[in-house]
């Protein structure tokens, strides 16, 4: 939807590796956010980016870093996976104050 | 702290009927907006309708509309005509303007999986 791209869509890995998941638009959304999906929490916001190299922290960040080289690709990297970390992960864009739109998640299971 | 409340966890309506799905929300804020999305099993989100907290007419697409109440912080979502592809997760979430930034936040509800009976 909207142009919204993320890779890949199913991980499985184990605790401890390094994983980057990453979310690529096509729309030239100044924009972008990443979330993780857990039963009952809905969705948590875990960073977001409003331009290229500009990154903050959202309310569940300990564990991720982020990276925006380009204004097409919001890359998400857990430095060594843990599995608390296992969820759904959503990556989201859109204009300043409208709708977000959300890619259709990837599913992270951390072993 | 901002937080949306959704507090039935399952909901369940038979074909054709109306439901209401519940809403609430704290904020200080006077100036925000207002969402549902749904998630059909896919796993997509889905916007259903959204909802300007400044505006006081109740926002309607289709089937689906709004009781915005916003002294109440109430934000409810009715659905009519309900049908089969209605089922999913429906998740209410408020949206604030970060004062750094410029982009603005999103805050989700738990959800409300609602089954549509045949």
């Known amino acids: ?111 | 702290a901002q937080t949306v409340t959704q507090s039935q966890p399952e909901m369940s309506v038979q074909e054709a009927e109306t439901v209401t799905l519940s809403c609430t929300y704290d904020t200080s804020e006077n100036n925000y907006y207002l969402f549902w999305y749904k998630q059909p099993p896919s796993r997509q989100m889905i916007l259903v309708i959204r909802q300007e907290a400044y505006k006081q007419q109740n926002a309607t697409e289709n089937r689906f509309s709004v009781n915005f109440q916003k002294a109440a912080k109430s934000f409810s979502l009715k659905i009519s005509d309900s049908q089969l592809g209605d089922t999913a997760m429906y998740f209410c979430a408020f949206m604030k303007p970060l004062s750094t930034s410029g982009t603005y936040k999103y805050i989700f509800g738990t959800g409300t999986r609602l089954k549509v009976l045949a």
């Open chain 1, 1 to 111: 939807d909207a142009g919204i791209t993320q890779s890949p869509r199913h991980k499985v890995t184990e605790t401890g590796t390094p994983v980057t998941l990453r979310c690529h638009q096509t729309e030239n959304h100044r924009y972008m956010y990443w979330y993780r999906q857990d039963p009952g929490h809905g969705l948590r916001l875990i960073h977001y980016s409003y331009g290229v190299k500009d990154t903050d922290k959202g309310e569940v960040s300990d564990g991720y870093s982020v990276s925006r080289s380009k204004t097409e690709d919001f890359l998400l990297t857990l430095e060594s996976a843990t599995s608390s970390q296992t969820s759904v992960y959503f990556c989201a864009t859109g204009p300043k104050n409208q709708p977000q739109h959300f890619g259709d998640g990837t599913r992270l299971s951390i072993l």
